[in-house]
């Protein structure tokens, strides 16, 4: 049984920059594809980007695309999301999300999925 664990998140000023981890243990990810998301309070929760672990499709929100990087460690069964010049609105809970697609070569930033992670808190203030 797939269980993901987010990690990273913390208190930034504007422009400042956090990488947020989600570790898969019980499977490997590989033939998954793994989600990022965010909810702010008060507000439905928002697609972030997508990666097909085990290929090379990754995409990305309009909100976040070019301050956002989504990478992958095959090794530590881990999918990494690097965020940088960080905006207030980028405040919310950020989740990691991921399912069994073993033939499916590309992803949607908001497709659906089966296994959820916790959650890691990311405030963006001065």
């Known amino acids: 049984q797939l269980h993901l664990v987010e990690s990273g998140g913390g208190l930034v000023q504007p422009g400042g920059s956090l990488r947020l981890s989600c570790t898969a243990s019980g499977s490997t990810l590989n033939m998954h594809i793994v989600g990022w998301f965010r909810q702010a309070p008060g507000k439905e929760r928002e697609a972030v980007s997508c990666?097909?672990?085990?290929?090379?499709?990754?995409n990305y929100a309009d909100s976040v695309k070019g301050r956002f990087t989504v990478s992958r460690d095959t090794a530590k069964n881990t999918v990494y999301l690097q965020m940088t010049s960080l905006k207030p609105e980028d405040t919310g809970v950020y989740y990691c999300?991921?399912?069994?697609?073993?033939?499916?070569?590309?992803?949607?930033?908001?497709?659906?999925?089966?296994?959820w992670g916790q959650g890691t808190q990311v405030t963006v203030s001065s």
């Open positions: 999300a991921a399912i069994w697609k073993p033939m499916s070569p590309f992803c949607t930033v908001t497709q659906d999925y089966d296994k």
């Open positions: 990666i097909v672990f085990g290929g090379r499709n990754i």
